[in-house]
C-alpha cells in the first residue's frame, strides 16, 4: 500500500523468518550508518529474511530484512519485497 492511509489498520504482510526478495535496488538515504549517501545497499531480486517488523509515523509497515549475502540489515517497505517462491 501507498499514499495516505495507515497500514497499521491491517497485519503486517511479513513475518519474522519470512523469506523474501527485493523488488528493486535500495540505495542508502542516508540513515544507513558506514554507508555513503546514494550508495547501493541491496540489489533487486536479493533474497533475504525478515528479522523484525516495526512501525513509521504510526503509519506504515518497516520489514527490518536481513540479507545475508550483503552482511547487512535494511529496512524495507512491503511494496519493496516478495515473498521468496519455494
Known sequence: MQGD???LY???V???????VSQKDVRNDGTFPGAKMGEVL???GEVGYVHSVGTY???FYVYGVEFVDANRVVG???HELERKAS
Open 10 to 12: 491491517d497485519q503486517p
Open 5 to 7: 492511509q495507515s497500514e
Open 76 to 78: 524495507m517497505r512491503a
Open 57 to 59: 509515523l504510526n503509519r
Open 42 to 44: 541491496i540489489r533487486k
Open 14 to 20: 511479513f513475518e519474522r523468518g519470512q523469506q523474501v
